[in-house]
């Protein structure tokens, strides 16, 4: 059994999240992934850490270590005439070339679509960027925060009377390359039928604006300001974030739930209680709601939470930690964490993929070490030892 | 049904695939219900915005599969169809005997994609979680925060439409692998899992030191970063700066160059350690502008930086509205209104909103009569039986 991609060849041309994180999920489920860096330095994520010990060091950044699994690193300065058409010997060997580059930047260096498509009229070229390559904003610089505040989901996070609050770690570049794994197998499918590529294009900010929920789609219909505002940790009483003795529980509570949800809290007085008789009564006393749930939550652990909510099956959870994930009886149960060793890195516990495939399971390996496959995949082109030392002295490598 | 499942296929319904929706009277989309029209709208289960964004470019027919006909009826779509996805609770195909193993043997190659928020193994399985609960679970409201508050949610139920995409694509992955082998499977997305991956950097770091994490709210670990507060109250533009170049390029832009030589903020380690200094002044210099302004007098300037829309400005906004992202639907029974278009945006083969999204039962003639081949006997039959029916027991989701 191979994973499912096995045999489809990607050339990736990104670096920090979105982008990587599109081609780590590709290369994963099987996709030979060949990762072009930046001479000397690499990607820039090699320099973000975590750390062992706190040390900097290229080769053990966990956010590197964690976004490059299963692909090989080519170093080759792409802004250079050499460097530029080795990509392009490259590209025409490719099913997918993706790249993270503003329109501008992809026009200096001469590495758009129709450049890659001039030499194999079959590639599918992904762009994943925060602004899309057309419009006013594709000029735009982004970061991560940048990102999410174009895409409509900050405005709405955080509570009513303080700042928009960004959510954790890089989820509006997690979000962009999530969608362009898709968006890549969707032209790929297509090319592989045809005969012919096209460019699949990904922007960050249509992808947040595309999942906002209900908020979003109300506003578009009804033109109703009501829910555009930010609702801090509760969108009602019955859907949010509850302190509880030793850390937080969620609740997530639609009608259908409302009966489960009162075994769970061993409540079934709140049943009979005209204030809490229907939905609708349920909102109009919300507060007095929301005190019962802040009572009876402050009263139980998040273990217990978690049990009255398996037995009544009612949607509560744990709000749990990065450390309650490694411990999970569940997820072990499962086998959901892999240990992958890694030279300079050793061995951890890595998430697993995000989608399981027993007919052809993924098999995820290490990060490559900065250059570690250039002679490899250079010699697959055809260029002698030789040839790659000229490269090499001459700074394209 | 609701948001996970309807997101997913969604993306492939963008792209053209043939999608047919199963609901019955009484298992209909909860999404339907959450149209805050009020009780008194005709039909307002077909008017819920938020249904209608989700299951555009779908068709839907009912089907009751609780009962031999409805589930009969099922396999025989089954048959025709290239994939499913089911999204129920983890044991609810099992109950109604639509397992893989039921849909093998009608389609020997089919694509079964389940998307239970827990999986359908471990002692947990048997758990329930909306999209809200999925991230809690999977430690990203952990740290998520303002700096001095507890955990944060999300403002969207995000484990949803995450593992929607998820489940879209591992279904393409699948299709690649039956074209190349005629082997069909039965993918798994287990929400929660699909979620662990978006937080991976923190995982490798908790195995490197043992920490679970900083929660940085609107901060960053090596950027000076953060929201700030324009001319008007709550118009916010959040602008992040990295390397001096770009810090001195702000200052530039707040026509203070002096300041990218003020020892406070001379370098990336003295920014960071004088983070809040350097807030107030770019606070100062925002609060004289509108969002916009700000937002592209920092990106002239060379400084990342972007208007932190709300939702009347995301649909007014000019890159958006420049890009065509925005399509108008008409319906027969909502009207018009503007949605947002397809999100994978193809050169060769650009997607649209074709198809309006579906009522209820809307297809139930096309897919009995033309793709199943039923008489018009045959179809009465079904609606007098109940295992279609032209509109849902309201009671289901009051």
Known sequence: MTAPLHGVRVLDLTSGVAGPWCTKLLADYGCEVIKVERPGTGDPSRGHGRFPDGIPHRERSALFLWLNTSKRSVTLDVATSSGRALLLRLAARCDAVVHDYRPSDAARLGLTHHAFAAVNPRVVTTSVTAFGQSGPYAGWRATNIVSYAAGGQHYLSGDADREPLQNGGYQAEYQAGTWSFGATLAALWDARRTGIGQQAEVAGMEVQASILEIYLPDYAYRKSLALTTRRGNFSSAVVGIYPAADGYIGIHCMPKNWPQLLDAMDAQWMATDERFADNRARLRNDDELSAQFFIWAGGVTRREAYAHAARARAPISPVNTVADLLKSEHLNARSFFREIDHPAAGTMRYPGSPARMPATPPEPHRAPLLGEHTLEVLGELGLSARDICVLSAAGVL | ?398
């Not at chain 2, 950097?201 to 908790?206: A, P, R």
């Not at chain 2, 007098?297 to 972007?306: C, D, F, I, S, T």
Request: charged letters at 25%; glycine letters at 10%; one cysteine or more.
């Open chain 2, 1 to 398: 049904m609701v948001w996970a499942g309807p997101s997913g296929t969604r993306l492939l319904a963008d792209m053209g695939a043939e999608v047919i929706k199963v609901e019955s009277g009484r298992s209909w989309d909860m999404l339907r219900s959450l149209h805050f029209l009020g009780g008194t709208t005709e039909r307002w289960w077909n008017k819920a915005a938020y249904f209608n964004h989700n299951n555009r470019n779908k068709y839907a027919c009912t089907l009751d599969l609780q009962t031999e006909r409805g589930r009969e009826l099922a396999l025989r779509l089954v048959a025709q169809s290239d994939i499913v996805v089911e999204n129920y609770r983890a044991d609810v195909i099992s109950k109604l005997r639509l397992d893989y193993d039921d849909l093998r043997s009608v389609k020997p190659d089919i694509i079964l994609v389940s998307m239970p928020s827990h999986g359908k193994t471990g002692p947990e399985s048997h758990h329930v979680a909306y999209g809200t609960n999925v991230e809690q679970l999977a430690g990203l409201v952990s740290i998520t925060g303002y700096p001095d508050r507890g955990p944060h949610k999300s403002p969207i139920a995000y484990g949803d439409p995450n593992a929607g995409a998820i489940a879209a694509a591992a279904a393409l992955a699948a299709l690649h692998h039956r074209s190349l082998t005629g082997e069909g499977q039965h993918v798994e997305v287990a929400q929660w899992e699909a979620m662990i991956g978006n937080i991976g950097e923190y995982v490798l770091g908790y195995e490197m030191d043992g920490s679970t994490g900083e929660t940085l709210g609107n901060r960053h670990v090596s950027r000076v970063q953060g929201v700030y507060e324009c001319a008007t109250d709550d118009e916010w533009v959040a602008i992040s700066v990295g390397p001096d170049a770009e810090f001195a390029a702000l200052c530039g832009a707040l026509g203070q160059p002096e300041l990218a030589r003020d020892a406070r903020f001379a370098d990336v380690v003295s920014r960071r350690r004088n983070h809040d200094e350097l807030d107030a002044i770019v606070g100062a210099w925002t609060r004289g502008r509108s969002q916009d302004e700000a937002a592209h007098a920092l990106q002239a300037a060379g400084v990342p930086a972007a208007p932190v829309l709300k939702i009347p400005r995301l649909m007014e906004n000019e890159h958006l509205r420049a890009r065509g992202f925005w399509e108008s639907v008409s319906h027969a029974d909502a009207g018009t209104w503007d949605m947002e278009g397809p999100v994978w945006r193809m050169s060769r083969t650009p997607a649209h909103v074709r198809v309006p999204p579906p009522m209820y039962g809307e297809h139930n003639t096309w897919v009995l009569r033309d793709l199943l081949g039923l008489s018009d006997a045959e179809i009465a039959e079904l609606e007098a039986d109940g295992v279609t029916s032209r509109e849902p027991d309201q009671g289901v989701h009051a």
